[in-house]
């Protein structure tokens, strides 16, 4: 028996975040900027970077999804 298996990468990557100030409050109803950067071996090694720019929600969450 030779069993095979097949994979497939994702096309995309969900990302949620709460936002805090530096007082520890939540950000809500505000549009926040974040730089997203995925790295592969090293800190030096970037294979993906994005900005955004995001309301965030009631609860001072934001969602992203990376592409």
């Not at 069993?3 to 709460?18: C, L």
């Not at 520890?24 to 071996?41: F, H, P, T, W, Y």
């Amino acid at each position: 028996m030779n069993p095979s298996v097949f994979a497939q990468a994702p096309e995309k990557m969900s990302y949620q975040a709460v936002i805090r100030d530096a007082g520890n409050e939540l950000v809500v109803n505000a549009e926040v900027g974040m730089r997203l950067s995925i790295m592969q071996g090293s800190a030096d090694g970037v294979a993906h970077q994005e900005s955004v720019s995001k309301k965030t929600m009631v609860s001072g969450g934001q969602k992203h999804t990376v592409q």
